[in-house]
T-cell receptor, first 117, second 111 residues
Framework: NAGVTQTPKFQVLKTGQSMTLQCAQD?????MYWYRQDPGMGLRLIYY???????DKGEVPNGYNVSRLNKREFSLRLESAAPSQTSVYFCASSDSKRTSGLYSEQYFGPGTRLTVT | AQRVTQPEKLLSVFKGAPVELKCNYSYSGSPELFWYVQYSRQRLQLLLRHISRESIKGFTADLNKGETSFHLKKPFAQEEDSAMYYCALSTLLEYGNKLVFGAGTILRVKS
């Protein structure tokens, strides 16, 4: 199993350009997430999808849109990129069911390093 | 408010020395806490969770509800422990859960 995959690995955009970050998982997980990682701020949740067909905002959704294309795929779109969106983006997935009273761990992709100039 | 605080950005220790990475949380419910680790050029991965009470790679972490802390400890640091460590709090959503992360602590183990 590949786990969680992300494309592209690196991207440079100019201010105002748009792009879509792709994420796919092969673990049959219900829930998928998009985080951004910035120095000194840890990972912050942008959007999540608790199950196929649903999406919800996280902590920092402004400037982003998402699509849960099917159970496997969850994409993140920047409509008009800004320098403040320079970051490393991580996709994650998890099984939203509770087992023995616990939520399962989240599995992360390798990340996409995005620079907006 | 749900918050995770890791007060140290960088912790530098010598090989063989004890390590303690601090984590404090704020959460009104019953917390589920995790430590995630990111080694150089690798993806973020789960190190341990509080409920398991197990030792992974020599690391342990005890949940102290009175002090709202979940510090990560290892008695003897190894060079391969050098990495970024994140403490994370699982919070409930309508369906499923999400993670709230601390800012992370870089651990450097010197030879």
């Amino acid at each position: 199993n590949a786990g969680v995959t992300q494309t592209p690995k690196f991207q440079v955009l100019k201010t105002g350009q748009s792009m879509t970050l792709q994420c796919a998982q092969d673990m049959n997980h219900n829930s998928m997430y998009w985080y951004r990682q910035d120095p000194g701020m840890g990972l912050r949740l942008i959007y999540y999808s608790a199950s196929e067909g649903t999406t919800d905002k996280g902590e920092v959704p402004n400037g982003y849109n998402v699509s849960r294309l099917n159970k496997r795929e969850f994409s993140l779109r920047l409509e008009s990129a800004a320098p403040s969106q320079t970051s490393v983006y991580f996709c994650a997935s998890s099984d939203s069911k509770r087992t023995s009273g616990l939520y399962s761990e989240q599995y992360f992709g390798p990340g996409t390093r995005l620079t907006v100039t | 408010a749900q918050r995770v605080t890791q007060p140290e950005k960088l912790l530098s220790v010598f090989k063989g020395a004890p390590v303690e990475l601090k984590c404090n949380y704020s959460y009104s419910g019953s917390p589920e806490l995790f430590w995630y680790v990111q080694y150089s050029r690798q993806r973020l991965q789960l190190l341990l969770r509080h409920i398991s009470r197990e030792s992974i790679k020599g690391f342990t972490a005890d949940l102290n509800k009175g002090e709202t802390s979940f510090h990560l400890k290892k008695p003897f640091a190894q060079e391969e422990d050098s990495a970024m460590y994140y403490c994370a709090l699982s919070t409930l959503l309508e369906y499923g859960n999400k993670l709230v992360f601390g800012a992370g602590t870089i651990l450097r183990v010197k030879s």
